[in-house]
């Protein structure tokens, strides 16, 4: 759990668990043509942060370096990633670009021990946003953060889960072990109330590394 400096968010991520109504992070569009995916929940995800830390990370944690992108090649999913910190009412903005993705940056760097947060926007009112295609992420799939520092932290993801916004679970914000990363993005759209009534949350394990040229972003 990350109680000082850069990972002193916890406490007021866990204290903010009506933090899943600030994931109302559709502009809800009153019609689309084309919907969003229907996730598929599948893998399994450790009920506890003690479970985790008994399993041994897959690959060496990288340094910490800010994230520029990120890519779900299987998806076509790719977004450039904005840091951002939590507001006063310990809320997670998303970037006024919807085809951009927000990097809690006081959550781990992916690639770092810990676990790193990205969230964005499924759509708006004129069409899909960075994190439309995320809800068809299915289990073993490989995603790529590329970093400031010129690594690409690669990940496979291990679970995809649905929560409903008004029960969004805290220990989605919890540390992990090893490196981890989790997106978040909205799902569940009610057509009569116009808005999204759930949260679908990605899971993934750093598989891997590979060395690029520095990011200019």
Not at 44 to 71: G, K, N, Q, W
């Amino acid at each position: 759990m990350r109680t000082t400096g850069h990972h002193g968010v916890w406490t007021a991520v866990a204290a903010a668990c009506a933090f899943a109504a600030a994931l109302a992070i559709a502009f809800a569009a009153v019609d689309r043509a084309a919907p969003p995916p229907s996730p598929t929940v599948a893998g399994t995800i450790p009920s506890s942060l003690t479970e985790e830390r008994a399993a041994r990370p897959s690959a060496a944690p990288l340094p910490r370096a800010r994230p520029t992108r990120v890519t779900i090649p299987a998806l076509g999913l790719k977004a450039t990633l904005q840091p951002v910190g939590l507001t006063a009412r310990s809320q997670l903005p998303l970037p006024a670009d919807p085809t951009r993705a927000s990097w809690l940056s006081s959550s781990a760097a992916p690639g770092e021990n810990g676990t790193a947060v990205l969230a964005g926007h499924v759509d708006t009112d004129k069409g899909p946003a960075a994190f439309y295609q995320l809800s068809a992420a299915t289990t073993g799939m490989r995603i790529d953060v590329s970093r400031a520092d010129g690594a690409t932290a690669r990940f496979v993801v291990t679970a995809v889960a649905v929560y409903p916004r008004s029960h969004f679970p805290h220990s989605v914000y919890e540390d992990t072990f090893g490196p981890s990363l989790h997106l978040i993005t909205c799902t569940g759209w009610d057509n009569t109330a116009k808005v999204y009534r759930d949260n679908v949350v990605v899971y993934a394990t750093l598989n891997g590394s590979t060395e690029n040229a520095p990011s200019r972003n």
